[in-house]
């Protein structure tokens, strides 16, 4: 049986928040002088999956946490005016339209970090912008195919059972260590579970589950006080996990629960350097107009390399 929804009516989602100042430390030297959300995944860079996923889920109003060095994602969501003459002029049309593409996707704000303290100060850094108002958080290093609509699936879980909601993998629990883990219990609807508890980056053997924290959240607005109050943790980091943690013990008229959908759709993991070009491959491998021609030499290849 489900849950009964509450009958207090709850506030629509219709900002997001897009932390962008990480360092991109494990890309280097490629970072140097470009950020990591700009990273080209085949043909877009990374933080534009992003945009597009939070403007799919009906989320109109993008607010990019950022810091120095990352003027060309401003650069980026912007309009290009020398460059959409020359493709005017001649005549192309069709590149014309993917170069207008990213300028006409949402309002887009920015405000930096400053100081590198942790995903919970990125996300209060964003509180002058969301005010009062639940929000979306989506992080660039997770890729979600739109064929799978997550946030959208989540923004259903919040409208009916209110608070916060998480997106959760189960993960090899060989593997667990690397991420937010978290203590869950069953409601009665089969993909959402109550989140209990949460660790960030658990100690071998010592994780309550095999569930990891992904990177989409749908957040209370009571989450900025916890935040503001929450010492710095693992990693001498703000951690949105230990704000989180307390959300969960709490109920909705103080801000919590919080709820997490398990996701078993399509993701692609831009974080690390492998998982980089398995995204790259596997998206490359799915397009309509790159696809065929690809898979037949990645094919090749493959027979080739076994071989020798």
């Keep these: ?31 140097k ?57 001649k005549g192309d049309t069709e590149r014309l339209k ?22 919970g100060h990125a996300v209060l850094c964003a509180q002058p912008h969301v005010g009062d ?34 997106a959760l993998i189960e993960v090899d629990p060989a593997h667990i260590h690397l991420y937010g883990c978290a203590a869950v219990k069953p409601t009665g609807i089969d993909d959402v579970v109550r989140i209990t508890d949460l660790v ?19 957040l209370d607005p009571a989450v900025f006080p916890v935040l503001s109050a929450t010492a710095p943790g693992r990693g001498g980091e703000i951690q949105l996990t230990d704000a989180l943690r307390e959300l969960a013990l709490r109920d909705e008229d103080a801000g919590g629960p919080v709820h997490g959908v398990l996701f078993t759709g399509r993701r692609y993991d831009t974080g690390d350097r492998g998982d980089y070009l398995r995204a790259i491959v596997r998206l490359a491998c799915e397009r309509d107009d790159l696809g065929p021609e690809f898979r037949d030499w990645l094919k090749t290849y493959v027979d080739e390399e076994l071989r020798g």
């Design 33 to 89: 002088a470009t950020p990591k959300e700009m990273l080209p995944v085949v043909d877009k860079p990374a933080i534009q999956y992003v945009v597009e996923e939070a403007v799919a889920a009906g989320l109109h109003d993008i607010l990019m946490v950022t810091g120095r060095n990352k003027r060309p994602l401003e650069d980026h969501f912007d309009r290009a005016y020398e460059l959409e003459e020359a493709l005017s002029a």
């Design 200 to 218: 960030e980056k658990p100690e071998p053997g010592t994780a309550p589950s095999a569930y990891a924290v992904i990177g989409r959240y749908l």
């Design 98 to 119: 993917r170069v207008r593409e990213s300028s006409e996707l949402a309002a887009i704000h920015y405000v930096r970090q400053g100081d590198p303290r942790g995903l």
């Design 1 to 31: 049986m489900n849950p009964a929804p509450s009958a207090r009516p709850r506030r629509i989602i219709s900002k997001a928040v897009v932390p962008a100042a990480g360092l991109g430390t494990r890309f280097l030297p490629a970072t």
């Design 133 to 166: 108002e639940p929000f979306a958080v989506l992080l660039g290093d997770d890729l979600i195919d739109p064929r799978d609509p997550l946030l959208t699936r989540m923004l259903e879980i919040r409208e009916q059972l209110g608070g916060s909601v998480v």
